[in-house]
């Protein structure tokens, strides 16, 4: 189903602003890529280090090989969040949390979505507990969600086990689809106040929210935003951008 089929309400920059105040939040749940910025920073800073010559060239050769059966869907969500990251084991993680502010640096931060950062602030100054979850690997994520003012504490996302200041192949968490709900609960947080997401991998933690806010929606998601009767909003600069999301034309959630 296409976008103009769906009935649904898109919400003006001051009528989004307005119901999220209006919710009275006193805790927030923000997905990333996609919802926070454009763009996916997981694949990007995959694509990246591996331009960069950080793994060796039997790694890049087989994430590369694995990422294709991804995209037709021999290969789940979750399992390719999972070996994007586990392709730094045996790395130090300052090297890698290095890579990842230059990454950020030079390719994230000019894509943050104003009023999404304009919104977090307000929602900070107002003391509302936010969080970030994503399946985009922690270091990233981390990196990304400065400039918002969220600490990393309060980052939940892909993250592999470090012993001794090296990387491991160990998984803590892959929190996409059904695991950001199964996370958030973990946490504490079975029903957040506030939940904003862009794909179906963000369907089940918006389905657990008091006030679901689809932000930037994939095809997919706006069509799930419509039968549960929420309405969604688009940054200014995502007009026009193409919304899809890896994964989901797989039936991957």
């Known amino acids: ?14 009528e989004f602003e307005r119901l999220v105040l209006e919710c009275k939040p006193k805790v927030a749940v923000f997905d990333c890529d996609g919802t926070l910025w454009s763009g996916d920073a997981g694949y990007g800073f995959m694509a990246w280090t591996l331009e960069q010559g950080l793994v060796s060239r039997s790694t890049h050769d087989w994430i590369d090989t ?8 021999k290969v789940s969500e979750p399992a390719m969040c999972a070996e994007m990251v586990q392709i730094y084991a045996g790395l130090r993680e300052a090297e890698l949390r290095a890579a990842a502010a230059r990454y950020v640096d030079e390719f994230v931060r000019k ?38 003012g969220i600490p990393e504490q ?9 012993k001794d200041g090296i990387i491991t192949s160990e998984i803590l968490d892959v929190p996409t689809g059904e695991g950001k709900a199964t996370a958030l609960k973990r946490l504490g947080l ?5 939940v904003f997401g862009n794909s179906v991998h963000d369907l089940a933690m918006l ?4 006030c679901a806010f689809p932000v930037n ?3 997919s998601l706006l069509e799930a935003a419509a039968k549960n009767g929420w309405g969604y909003y688009r940054p200014v600069t995502a007009e026009g951008l193409d919304a899809a999301v890896e994964g989901e034309s797989a039936g991957l959630s």
């Open 207 to 210: 389905e657990m929210a008091r």
């Open 1 to 14: 189903m296409t976008a103009p089929q769906i009935d649904i309400r898109k919400w003006t920059t001051e």
């Open 154 to 162: 309060r980052v939940v996302a892909v993250e592999a086990r470090v």
């Open 66 to 73: 694995r990422y294709r059966a991804y995209r037709t869907g």
């Open 111 to 148: 894509r943050i979505f104003a009023e999404m950062l304009a919104l977090v602030e307000r929602l900070g100054k107002d003391g509302v507990e936010i969080w970030a979850v994503s399946s985009t690997n922690r270091w990233v994520i981390a990196e990304g969600v400065r400039d918002f």
């Open 190 to 194: 079975p029903h957040p106040d506030a």
């Open 217 to 219: 929606p994939s095809p």
